[in-house]
């Protein structure tokens, strides 16, 4: 190994010139393929605070209709929609429901100094879904939803910026205009995790639902769910079990039928919403794109390098080395020098990724600034196991067919030059 890799430092000094194109070109490719990586990866797996993300499943908002004339349709679910069709399905640990996040003016009602903050209300389970770092205090109870009570759970950067301190448990502010008391801080949470973000939780509002839903027999209103799945339950069998309840609710109407269409898994939640589409599929064939074209435009450069060292392969097989050992030495040496393009592919990734996290993460529902990718997210092992492995595939594809091509020539006439 140590004399392989002794070798390859001397080629790579005789060849700077195809020395440096070979890094850079292998490091603009792992650098593209990276970046698609870090975005599946970030989006898909499971990472706190969203630790059950292969677990999940969620809801569309459905819609209302009138069963007579299938006029006056609406969009959104209300509670007597959400219970039949989601409560107590097999299969299916537990069931909350939220609110998109809206911007909020907050501010303490001895101040005229008003903040704008990312507001979501939840239900009283919500906190049992993800893995929030409370700091502070608790999760607000189901008593105090139940009472309808104003009550938060605020992010550490809100209880800074609001009073100073995150030991904020029992002051209160004023929450679009409600004086609204503070029950418990928790770690921020990364805008990167779409439905875990927030700067402030709030219960979810019963009240409004109420009157949304009064004039659509109580099936409409402004209810998104999320279902917690059972380890080995079939997304499947869950649209299929949630679809019979539905044409028994509808059949029980008077007035208005109610249909929820959309229940996605996670990953189908993030890509391609509602489209008949293969997230892992589209990405699988993007990444195999992006490492097969460049690694044949480097692969013309191996095979033409590999001109200049047929008589010293010629040699190697004449003094009785096999075709696959030479193939073998000949990879390992190219290896170094991918493995160097690959290291600095990967911290270009890291830092296009950083750049421009705003427009490769970003959604409509939160502060694009909000968005941080910090060394916890982007220096995993898994990401330097990946990027190792990138190497080696790109490698294969350049070197593999130069290399085949050079152990075939004939022994005798290449010494001879001919």
């Known amino acids: 190994?140590?004399?392989?890799?002794?070798?390859?430092?001397?080629?790579?000094?005789?060849?700077?010139?195809?020395?440096?194109?070979?890094?850079?070109?292998?490091?603009?490719?792992?650098?593209?393929?990276?970046?698609?990586?870090?975005?599946?990866?970030f989006r898909t797996t499971d990472m706190s605070p969203e630790s059950d993300r292969s677990h999940i499943m969620y809801t569309g908002h459905g819609k209302t209709y009138r069963k007579l004339d299938h006029t006056n349709g609406n969009t959104g679910m209300g509670r007597m929609a959400f219970e039949p069709l989601l409560t107590d399905l097999p299969g299916v640990k537990e069931v909350t429901w939220f609110q998109g996040?809206?911007?909020?003016?907050?501010?303490?009602?001895?101040?005229?100094?008003?903040?704008?903050?990312?507001?979501?209300?939840?239900?009283?389970?919500?906190?049992?879904?993800?893995?929030?770092?409370?700091?502070?205090?608790?999760?607000?109870?189901?008593?105090?939803?139940?009472?309808?009570?104003?009550?938060?759970?605020l992010t550490e950067s809100v209880a800074l910026q609001l009073f100073g301190t995150?030991?904020?448990?029992?002051?209160?502010?004023?929450?679009?205009?409600?004086?609204?008391?503070?029950?418990?801080?928790?770690?921020?949470?990364?805008?990167?995790?779409?439905?875990?973000?927030?700067?402030?939780?709030?219960?979810?509002?019963?009240?409004?639902?109420?009157?949304?839903?009064?004039?659509?027999?109580?099936?409409?209103?402004?209810?998104?769910?999320?279902l917690k799945l059972e380890p080995g339950t079939s997304p499947d069998a869950i649209r299929r079990e949630v679809q019979r309840r539905q044409d028994r609710l509808n059949s029980s109407t008077a007035e208005y039928a109610f249909e929820l269409n959309e229940l996605y898994t996670h990953d189908e939640y993030t890509f391609f919403r509602g489209k008949d589409i293969s997230a892992p599929l589209v990405y699988g064939m993007l990444v195999m794109i992006l490492l097969i074209v460049p690694a044949i435009n480097i692969s013309g450069m191996t095979h033409a390098q590999m001109q200049g060292r047929i008589t010293e392969i010629a040699v190697r097989k004449a003094y009785g080395a096999s075709r696959a050992s030479v193939m073998l030495r000949l990879f390992s040496e190219s290896l170094l020098t991918t493995f160097l393009g690959g290291v600095l592919g990967y911290l270009l990734s890291c830092?296009?990724?950083?750049?421009?996290?705003?427009?490769?993460?970003?959604?409509?529902?939160?502060?694009?600034?909000?968005?941080s990718?910090?060394?916890?997210?982007?220096?995993?092992?898994?990401?330097?196991?990946?990027?190792?492995?990138?190497?080696?595939?790109?490698?294969?594809?350049?070197?593999?067919?130069?290399?085949?091509?050079?152990?075939?020539?004939?022994?005798?006439?290449?010494?001879?030059?001919?």
């Open 166 to 226: 995150t030991d904020a448990v029992g002051k209160e502010y004023m929450n679009n205009f409600s004086p609204t008391k503070v029950v418990g801080v928790v770690k921020d949470v990364n805008a990167i995790f779409q439905t875990a973000y927030a700067d402030v939780f709030i219960p979810f509002s019963l009240k409004n639902e109420d009157s949304y839903s009064s004039w659509t027999g109580g099936l409409g209103g402004i209810r998104l769910g999320l």
């Open 101 to 153: 996040v809206a911007k909020t003016p907050c501010n303490l009602a001895a101040s005229n100094e008003t903040f704008t903050y990312f507001v979501r209300p939840v239900a009283a389970n919500w906190f049992r879904f993800f893995d929030y770092e409370f700091i502070a205090g608790r999760p607000f109870t189901q008593e105090e939803y139940d009472a309808r009570r104003w009550v938060s759970v």
């Open 373 to 418: 990718l910090g060394g916890g997210l982007l220096l995993r092992p898994g990401l330097f196991v990946l990027v190792f492995a990138v190497c080696v595939v790109f490698n294969l594809l350049s070197v593999l067919l130069p290399a085949w091509i050079a152990t075939r020539r004939n022994i005798a006439v290449t010494i001879k030059g001919e």
């Open 1 to 41: 190994m140590k004399q392989l890799f002794s070798q390859a430092l001397h080629l790579m000094r005789q060849n700077p010139f195809y020395t440096v194109i070979s890094i850079i070109g292998t490091a603009v490719t792992i650098a593209f393929v990276m970046v698609v990586v870090m975005i599946y990866d």
């Open 351 to 371: 830092l296009m990724v950083c750049v421009g996290r705003a427009w490769l993460f970003g959604s409509g529902d939160v502060e694009l600034s909000g968005i």
